[in-house]
């Protein structure tokens, strides 16, 4: 019969202690983690905590924010479990809303899956690219001049599928739910411009007329659009411009002198209308060059389907509305009754 060794026995046992030892180690260091990552956070006085992840900033910095402003404690256990979890090269930039003691385990979980907070931003209709860059600038969403650059940058026009110079008219104007910091001034383009060719598409234009034939489309609606706030005057208005283009007549529309101006001060003069651009529609005949704004649907519908009249002439009554002529002398009449006397 074999005899065992004391110190063979003892090598023995601490092979296995020491085997033991190897694995409680990261099984106690894996329930620390796990322990924590389920713990509450910090308390604060108010229900709610916002806080906004730039997209430019990496792991730590993103860390840093985050016990700043009290949404998780500091402790070495918040990157062992970003670890764990494969989070610490996935979190996603945006804005965010967490509960107050929201779990380290959540937190991860909603920078993973880019739980942002989407905020509503509405583009009114008529407006110029230039003034939609500024309310997007003001909400936080885009770089004003980035914004503006890239709707002239013809490469990343064309990228869009579009044929133009500019992207003038082809931004539509709606309510759009957007992630301050989560979004790229290109995404946001990208989604306005398709907004856009969704709306043309439905009403039978895209993908069935010319980038020619869209561009006067929107060139024209855009005209309509400064021209009238009532929604029944914009099939009159596109009505009166389609008769005046068909007649070799000049648009004489103060919207688009407006818009060539390079100072406005909100009093169309008679030095204005005789300023030469290329939008100066007092001057050249047919269509401005391109869009003065971003038009809405009613607007695109007007001209597409505009009223049955055979008015040339229209005159604001001062009151919103306008007065519509058929012949010059009418129309003659009418300013003098509207516009010198001041009438209703």
């Known amino acids: 019969m074999a005899v065992i060794s004391e110190g063979k026995v003892i090598k023995n046992l601490s092979v296995k202690l020491g085997c033991i030892l190897l694995a409680a180690v990261p099984l106690c260091l894996f329930g620390w983690v796990w322990l924590y990552a389920f713990s509450p956070g910090p308390q604060i006085d108010r229900s709610e905590i916002s806080v906004l992840i730039s997209p430019d900033i990496g792991f730590r910095e993103i860390e840093q924010i985050l016990v700043r402003e009290k949404v998780i404690y500091k402790d070495l256990r918040f990157a062992l479990l970003a670890r764990l979890m494969g989070a610490a090269h996935h979190l996603r930039a945006g804005e965010y809303f967490f509960e107050s003691q929201v779990v380290p385990y959540q937190v991860l979980t909603d920078l993973v899956a880019g739980s942002v907070v989407r905020r509503a931003v509405i583009i009114p209709e008529g407006l110029s690219t230039f ?25 990343f026009i064309r990228e869009l599928g579009l044929n133009v110079k500019s992207l003038e008219g082809y931004l539509f104007p709606d309510t759009y739910y957007l992630e301050i910091g989560g979004q790229t001034e290109e995404e946001i383009i990208s989604l306005m411009a ?92 047919g269509l ?19 009223a049955q009249e055979s008015y040339y002439y229209f005159v604001s009554r001062n009151d919103g509305s306008h007065y519509f002529s058929k012949s010059l002398n009418e129309h003659n009449r009418a300013v003098f009754r509207y516009q010198q006397n001041g009438k209703k």
């Open 131 to 155: 003034k939609i860059a500024e309310i997007l600038a003001a909400g936080g969403w885009v770089d004003k001049d980035k914004f503006l650059s890239l709707t002239r940058d013809l490469e």
């Open 194 to 285: 398709a907004r856009m060719q969704e709306v043309l598409f439905d009403l039978g234009v895209a993908g069935s007329s010319s980038d020619l034939d869209i561009h006067r489309l929107l060139t024209l609606a855009s005209i309509v659009e400064k021209e009238t706030a009532m929604p029944r005057e914009r099939p009159l208005i596109a009505r009166v411009f389609l008769n005046r283009l068909a007649k070799n007549m000049r648009l004489q529309a103060d919207p688009t002198v407006i818009y060539g101006l390079a100072k406005f001060d909100g009093n169309i003069t008679r030095k204005d209308l005789r300023t030469p651009t290329p939008y100066n529609t007092y001057i050249i005949k």
């Open 288 to 306: 401005p060059p391109g869009p003065i704004g971003n038009p809405g649907r009613a607007s695109i519908e007007a001209v597409l389907d505009p």
